[in-house]
C-alpha cells in the first residue's frame, strides 16, 4: 500500500467572483465596477492510488468542476527535469518530505484520503 500525493488543478463551469478589494471606474460613464475572475480550484489528494483516483471522481461530481491539469506532489530526483529548474532543489526537497510526513500521521489517525486545498 504506497501512499502518494497528488496536485489537481478543475477548472469551472461559469463560477465567476469579483476581484476583492479593487474597483474601476468606467471612463464613459463614470461609474465604479469589479471585474470578474474565474474561480478555478485547486487540491491535493493524499491516499492509496485508488483512493485518490475515487476522491478525485467523488469530488468532480460534487462540485461541477472538471479536471485541468495533475501532477505528482514527490521529492525531485537529482537528474529529474523539474529538479533543474527549480532555485534551491534541496530546500524544496526538503519542504516535501517534512509536508508527506505530516500529511502520513494525518492519514494514519483518520484512516480516510486527505483533500487539501491549495492556494
Excluded at 49 to 54: G, P, R, T
Excluded at 82 to 104: A, F, G, I, M, Q
Aim: a neutral charge; one cysteine or more.
Amino acid at each position: 500500500m504506497e501512499l502518494l500525493a497528488q496536485d489537481f488543478y478543475f477548472k469551472s463551469n461559469s463560477i465567476y467572483g469579483s476581484y476583492s478589494g479593487e474597483r474601476k471606474r468606467d471612463a464613459i460613464t463614470n461609474q465604479y465596477y469589479t471585474d470578474l475572475k474565474n474561480n478555478d480550484i485547486s487540491v491535493r489528494i493524499y491516499g492509496t492510488q485508488k483512493e485518490i483516483d475515487k476522491a478525485c471522481k467523488d469530488y468532480m461530481k460534487g462540485t461541477s468542476l472538471y479536471l485541468d491539469e495533475c501532477y505528482d506532489f514527490e521529492v525531485e530526483p537529482k537528474d529529474s527535469f523539474w529538479y533543474d529548474l527549480l532555485d534551491n532543489p534541496e530546500e524544496h526537497n526538503e519542504k516535501v518530505r517534512k509536508t508527506l510526513k505530516r500529511y502520513k500521521k494525518l492519514y494514519r489517525e483518520t484512516g480516510k484520503p486527505l483533500i487539501i486545498g491549495l492556494i
